[in-house]
């Protein structure tokens, strides 16, 4: 009984304390909200609204962007997402509001990764010193998004030559543009080639961007940086005027904070291409794909869970679990588990094969580029050997040493591989597994939170689950899913080609019931503070990764 004074107090202040951690809390989601509700994070859908009443117009839309792009990208978190700001954006912009609404992407500011050609005054680097003359002509994907109404407000940094350079390479880095951050958590990698696209999306930088994939090069940064992400079938999405690694997976893609938002995007840049024998199918798939968001859209579709794919990290496994346990509810039928046959042998395969292609792919795209002071692959490794210092301070380039050391695509060896790889993966693999289940998607987990960038070590070695269908040619989209200790996890949903359609559906009625999607708060790391301006561990980022001296 004597202790009872003493419990009263105790609880008493366990009480206030419960009510100031939810004052905190419901501050924190109006703070968030009303960030959300910000132009540079309004949907396509809202902007136009509002260019249509007149209570915004592009240039002031476009003027927005550059200045968060000057606060957080350059200073602040120093995100260093954006390689380069277009010169001609401010005259681009006054132009469209004197001109009637056109296209679906009327007015909407996109950014570019920047190893995609625009025949403007920009540069299309890929990151790398080397290639520092603009493009003679836009990339087809580029030209549709003018023609679609865009806005091309800058290009992204990439890893340097699609992190294809080393084999202890560093996600975001590049010569040209310094190292990508993550916007969630600064010290965390923003992962794979599109890093700056996805960084730049989900920094509010731009409504959305392009991104190219190989294997996970939109899907992995798309994940840990919270957005989505869309990888499609090979041959919908023309790849004329890209920087490329391998033909016969290579692909540009849609990455945007919202399953609608990539939808739009994904619609103005389908098509056909005389430049790209493989669009020659496109324009009979290519649609509005917009007309697939549906709210019921996981209402009977059934869903197989890819378990091989799982058991990584148990972050994103506890996403994906929840992620099923929402599906369900919402009708669809889950098949656990789907096997995937010949996955483990993909891995192989698919090394040989890229080794081959990327040789002969750059060999071609730089003869295509007179005015580039290199001419082939192994002009380039000579030109990093000469600008070690600024090319190499962190690692090497002995993925680019091995491939020009590889023989031509005429060798029995190439051949082999590429049509086992192909065969393996798509219809002995993803279609088989499919027809068995008599399913309409397959659904992964993805490569959980983002891990530490190490400039020393590089990136870890983790599995891909975007493997199977980057070599088959098959399209994939990843969808935030959760959140563990203020990092973003994904789901990946993935199945037959030309399956975008249903793929979209799923990801939409999914995004719509989860409402997972939060604004970064550009922590400096896991548990950390919000950096507001250049503090102490920044600037000691700087002197690790110093500022590429690029004129934005």
């Not at 619609?267 to 430049?275: F, L, N, T, V």
């Not at 039928?333 to 792919?361: M, Q, R």
């Not at 999914?510 to 102490?536: C, I, N, S, Y």
Request: charged share 20%.
């Amino acid at each position: 009984m004597k202790d009872r004074p003493q419990k009263t107090a105790m609880l008493a202040g366990s009480l206030l304390c419960l009510i100031f951690v939810m004052k905190a809390l419901h501050a924190m989601r109006i703070s968030r909200n009303a960030l959300a509700n910000k132009p540079y994070y309004n949907d396509i859908e809202t902007l136009q609204k509002k260019f249509a009443q007149g209570s915004l117009t592009t240039t002031e839309l476009t003027a927005e962007f550059i200045e968060r792009i000057h606060t957080l990208d350059q200073a602040g978190p120093a995100i260093h997402a954006v390689i380069e700001l277009n010169p001609d954006v401010t005259a681009i912009s006054n132009k469209l509001d004197n001109e009637p609404a056109h296209g679906v992407l009327y007015g909407i500011p996109i950014l570019i990764k920047d190893n995609i050609d625009t025949g403007d005054r920009m540069l299309t680097s890929v990151g790398s010193l080397a290639l520092d003359e603009p493009a003679p002509r836009d990339a087809d994907i580029v030209a549709r998004l003018r023609r679609s109404g865009a806005v091309i407000l800058g290009k992204t940094n990439p890893s340097e030559w699609v992190n294809f350079r080393s084999s202890h390479g560093v996600s975001g880095w590049s010569a040209r543009g310094g190292q990508t951050h993550n916007p969630y958590v600064l010290d965390r990698t923003p992962c794979s080639s599109s890093a700056g696209s996805a960084a730049a999306v989900a920094a509010g930088f731009a409504v959305a961007a392009i991104g190219t994939e190989t294997d996970g090069s939109i899907l992995c940064p798309a994940s840990m940086n919270g957005i989505v992400g869309i990888k499609p079938t090979l041959g919908l999405v023309s790849r004329a005027g890209l920087v490329p690694l391998s033909p016969s997976q290579d692909t540009a893609g849609p990455m945007a904070r919202s399953v609608a938002d990539a939808a739009t995007v994904l619609s103005a840049i389908a098509g056909s291409d005389p430049r790209d024998s493989s669009t020659a199918d496109a324009d009979q798939h290519a649609t509005d794909y917009r007309r697939f968001l549906q709210i019921d859209g996981l209402k009977g579709k059934r869903i197989g869970i890819v378990r091989q794919l799982a058991g990584r990290d148990p972050n994103a496994d506890r996403a994906m679990e929840q992620a099923i346990d929402l599906m369900k509810q919402q009708g669809a039928t889950i098949v656990d588990p789907v096997e995937l046959p010949h996955l483990n042998e993909l891995s192989a395969l698919e090394g040989a094969v890229l080794k081959y292609e990327f040789k002969d792919a750059i060999n071609t795209y730089l003869a295509d580029h007179p005015k580039l002071k290199v001419r082939n692959l192994a002009d380039v490794i000579a030109f990093n050997q000469r600008e070690a210092s600024r090319e190499m301070p962190w690692f090497g380039q002995d993925l680019l040493e091995q491939v020009q050391a590889e023989g031509p695509l005429t060798e029995q060896v190439y051949i082999d591989a590429h049509a086992k790889a192909k065969r393996l993966s798509g219809p002995e693999g993803i279609d088989a597994a499919m027809s068995t289940h008599h399913l309409d998607a397959l659904l992964a987990p993805t490569w959980g939170p983002a891990f530490v960038i190490d400039p020393v070590l590089g990136d870890p070695a983790i599995r891909d689950p975007s493997q199977p269908a980057a070599m088959a040619g098959y399209p994939s989209i990843t969808v935030p899913a959760g959140f563990t200790h203020d990092l973003p996890v994904g789901i990946i949903l993935f199945g037959a080609k030309w399956s975008e359609p249903t793929l979209i559906s799923i990801a939409y009625s999914f995004e719509q019931h989860a409402h997972v999607w939060q604004p970064p708060q550009f922590l400096d790391t896991v548990g950390g503070k919000p950096v507001a301006a250049m503090g102490r561990g920044m600037q000691r980022e700087r002197r690790l990764f110093p500022e590429p001296g690029i004129d934005k």
